[in-house]
């Protein structure tokens, strides 16, 4: 996945697409256009070969991650392609990114439990979550790594694999590779361009098997739309 910020030159960007998820594999695709012709139709290719058109700028759609052979905890990138046709003029070309993770059985528990509270900010910038991880008695888990996501309010990402000690602190052992402690973003991370950051753990068994946890230490919300200026009614 590509560096692409949200930078001033693709605010002004006569077509954009902003991406909203939903779910594990769900998405709302906006189109953000700005122009003066009217756009009669918007054909939209969702990256995994399925394609819609639409007379609205607004679209959702589902991965199904059982057909794209994810396996559980595999992140798996589709790149969307927006063509906005309008009624003069040759038509626009927008690209974002949707990221999703594989999800182990349903009928499959858990290895590990894992709570995590909700960010909040520091006094000195930035945002703090707690993390407790419990590993079940009869098993235990190494941690190795942790992958950090970060989304872009227009749909793409930039990811990054950190030895897990440099950004999850340990407050508390608590056996079988469990722990209490917390995780930081920093303000520079979170930048304005910024929608949300995806942290993933990554460890193993003592069979061998991987083990992931996942959860998000930020999320911006989006600013609300300003009222439209109402202007004063005619004197008489």
Excluded at 112 to 140: F, K, Y
Excluded at 144 to 153: G, T
Excluded at 185 to 202: M, N, R, T, W
Excluded at 203 to 230: L, M
């Amino acid at each position: 996945m590509r560096r692409c910020g949200e930078q001033e030159t693709q605010r002004n960007e006569p077509l954009r697409i902003a991406a909203t998820q939903g779910g594990q594999a769900s998405f709302t695709f906006q189109a953000l256009y700005q122009g003066s012709a009217r756009v009669v139709a918007y054909a939209w290719d969702f990256g995994n070969g399925a394609v819609s058109t639409t007379s609205e700028p607004r679209v959702e759609y589902s991965y199904a991650t059982d057909l794209q052979g994810l396996g559980p905890q595999e992140v798996k990138s589709f790149t969307v392609r927006l063509q906005a046709r309008l009624d003069r003029g040759g038509p626009l070309e927008a690209t974002a990114f949707a990221l999703i993770r594989g999800q182990p059985p349903s009928d499959t528990p858990p290895p590990v439990d894992l709570r995590v509270s909700r960010w909040r900010p520091l006094p000195e910038g930035g945002w703090r979550s707690d993390v407790v991880v419990r590993v079940p008695e009869g098993t235990a888990v190494t941690w190795e790594r942790l992958e950090r996501i970060s989304l872009h309010w227009d749909g793409q990402a930039d990811t990054s694999m950190r030895p897990w000690r440099e950004v999850l602190q340990v407050e508390e052992a608590l056996g079988n590779g469990g722990f209490r402690g917390y995780v930081t973003v920093s303000a520079s991370e979170a930048s304005p361009g910024i929608k949300q950051i995806l942290d993933s753990l990554y460890g193993h068994d003592a069979a061998g098997q991987e083990v992931v946890v996942s959860w998000s230490p930020f999320k911006r919300e989006p600013a609300p739309e300003q009222p439209g200026r109402v202007e004063p009614p005619p004197r008489k």
